[in-house]
């Protein structure tokens, strides 16, 4: 064994007492433990309901440290090909760079918690190029931490309106919401829950576009309860975003099944030439009441999306780096002339971080677009996560017109940017190579 190849193994080893621990190996699982940890204290109620928000901003602070240092030791010791650099890697860095332009022109105590939205972004340019990452193991422990969300979701549902669970005012910040155990109901007014579930998600549309990617895992892996508890959170909801997002990924899904019959070039044909429109127009009839159903809510939504493209020169030259981020949240910026809401993520990202953000973001989105089309037209050789998250990807860049979307939340680290940063050509991102390990195979040699 040549004596680089013996200093790379020391080096990615620590040494307690007698016991040895893989460096990559550790902080790998210190990747799945962000997970955990992120779903549970970003993207649900809990720490609302269980009273621990406290601990929720010491996890957060925790997570921001975590995928900082992470970046140092993963990041910043890889060497990736230019395609990875120019359409995942560089918009990821032009968003931080907005972010922080923006904050940096006012930071005072009030505003420390916009911090929290670089989270997102760190983990994108850190946990994927971890050497020992495993996507599938990554996407295998949130389908299980879905499960079980959504599981007490529609148990405490069912509890609530077969009356065996009274419910409780719930005072925390959603001073219009009732409590069960752990989950929220919208109050209708006199204690009475709203039909849509909520469970243990900040809104019905969170819900459905979290169950989302659990639910094209279910798919390509045929697990039929997953799917089943998935498809009860979209019935539940009664999300119309959540709805077209189901058909989307369905389409997807069968598309590439399409790929195991045979013939599958002439079936093929005929999905593009006779399936695909006639499923859009009965797609459209099934829909429009729902939409008419939802009026208001879809109403805001549009002047929002209307608003910003009539107004984008002006707001452009007016708040180039985007608005002055006051308060403890996005509704303390609506004080703020011209300010239009945050359902339509476009506009969201150049409020937080001005023209350089939005740049960032609309790169980053249409590579993911571009990249998962691609996959789903040519699926062979895909791993089960990487398919899972292709046919998942275009249904979820579609909220991005009406709330949130991947790209702000840790998802886009954790299941999205190794299946993306490989379509890329770079490689499975584990296996990225480093400088030291093309010395010690060198040396090998």
């Not at 030439?273 to 549009?302: C, D, M, Q």
Request: positive net charge.
């Amino acid at each position: 064994m040549s004596r680089s190849i013996e200093v790379e193994q020391k080096h990615r080893q620590w040494n307690f007492a007698n016991m040895s621990i893989d460096r990559d190996s550790a902080l790998a699982w210190l990747g799945y433990a962000s997970l955990v940890a992120a779903v549970i204290f970003q993207l649900t109620v809990l720490p609302e309901t269980l009273n621990v928000k406290f601990l929720g901003r010491l996890v957060n602070a925790a997570l921001l440290l975590v995928f900082s240092g992470l970046f140092l030791f993963g990041a910043m010791q890889v060497r990736v090909k230019i395609r990875v650099m120019l359409l995942y890697i560089m918009p990821i860095f032009v968003i931080i760079i907005g972010f922080v332009i923006n904050l940096s022109r006012g930071i005072g105590f009030e505003n420390v918690g916009y911090v929290s939205i670089l989270l997102p972004y760190l983990a994108g340019i850190s946990l994927p190029f971890l050497k020992r990452f495993d996507i599938s193991r990554a996407w295998e422990i949130y389908y299980w931490i879905m499960i079980v969300l959504c599981g007490i979701s529609v148990i405490e549902y069912v509890m609530v309106f077969s009356g065996w669970l009274p419910l409780s005012v719930h005072l925390n910040d959603r001073n219009n919401f009732l409590r069960g155990i752990v989950t929220i109901f919208y109050d209708l007014g006199g204690s009475t829950p709203h039909y849509r579930l909520y469970g243990v998600f900040f809104e019905p549309g969170t819900a459905a576009m979290l169950a989302l990617p659990a639910l094209a895992y279910s798919l390509i892996r045929r697990r039929l309860i997953g799917i089943a508890v998935f498809i009860a959170i979209f019935a539940l909801t009664d999300s119309l975003g959540g709805y077209m997002a189901l058909a989307v990924t369905f389409a997807a899904y069968l598309y590439i099944c399409l790929d195991r019959l045979r013939y599958a070039g002439v079936i093929r044909f005929f999905a593009w030439t006779l399936a695909l429109p006639i499923g859009a127009i009965l797609l459209f009839f099934a829909l429009a009441p729902v939409y008419e159903h939802k009026a208001g809510s879809a109403l805001v939504r549009e002047q929002n999306i209307i608003g910003f493209f009539s107004n984008f020169f002006g707001l452009i030259l007016q708040r180039p780096f985007g608005f002055s981020l006051s308060g403890s949240s996005l509704t303390s910026v609506g004080d703020q002339g011209g300010y239009l809401g945050s359902n339509f993520m476009f506009y969201v990202a150049y409020v937080e971080g001005g023209v350089l953000a939005m740049i960032g973001y609309l790169v980053l989105s249409g590579s993911a677009a571009i990249l998962a089309f691609r996959v789903i037209l040519m699926p062979k050789g895909q791993s089960p996560a990487a398919l899972a998250a292709f046919i998942s990807l275009p249904a979820m860049l579609l909220f991005s017109f009406q709330r949130g979307s991947i790209f702000e939340t840790v998802l886009l680290a954790f299941l999205y940017a190794i299946p993306m940063i490989e379509a890329l050509g770079g490689g499975p991102a584990r296996y990225i190579q480093r400088n030291s390990a093309k010395l010690a195979t060198r040396d090998a040699a």
